[in-house]
């Protein structure tokens, strides 16, 4: 493997690591010797640099070779439709998630039937990570691309793997009645729960944020590859 590759695909092991590493094991040890506040501190610095680290070995690595052809039409077709749906359900995540820390989340798990997108998946914000970091293997089909956003994936669902043992302890049969209830893979039966309005929503900002991507990223973006 080349070096820069290896440079990269450790950076990306570390990235995850420490996520998984602070956020289990180490997780009391250090609220315990410096508060939830010092930990969270530790737990940000943590993640910037490694992530820096990681974006920067992105940078370095060399480009291809390809699975396929990059940006083909089936892959942009194919990446319009999943980052429109992580948006989705980005946006629908950001309000009443059981999942979040609250003083009240088993009195959401229990209490109330999955609506929105939680009648999706009860981890719509990391299946919106996941796709939109799929999306975008599609597109761009080389090592170091795959390396980058694969780590993404891997934290996101494997985090919400975790995050339910992490509720279970905590919450127990509330959250128990919630796992129940909804679904850890995405359910596109669900798709009817999500109010017009959020769909409306996700769509005006999926359109702002494709027009940013050609003067931000170089490389014009869904509708607007043809538009304009």
Sequence with gaps: MDLRLSFLLSAAIVFVGTHVILSQSLRKPLIGLLGQMGFMAVYSLVAVVTLGWTVFAFG???????????????????????????????????????????????????????????????????????????????????????????????????????????KQQQLGDAWTGWEGRTSFLPRLTGLGSVRPVKWLIALALWLAINWLHLPLGGVAAGVWRWVG
């Design 60 to 166: 370095a690595a060399p480009r291809g070779p390809y699975a396929w052809e990059p940006y083909s039409l089936w892959a942009w077709i194919a990446a319009m439709v999943l980052t429109y749906l992580a948006l989705l359900l980005f946006i629908g995540s950001l309000v009443g998630n059981p999942a979040a820390p609250s003083p009240k989340a088993a009195e959401l798990a229990a209490s109330k039937e999955p609506v929105g997108v939680y009648a999706i998946t009860r981890h719509p914000m990391m299946w919106a990570i996941a796709l939109w970091a799929f999306s975008h293997i599609l597109l761009v089909p080389e090592p170091r691309t795959l390396i980058l956003l694969g780590a993404l994936i891997v934290l996101a669902l494997g985090g919400s793997a975790m995050q339910d043992r992490k």
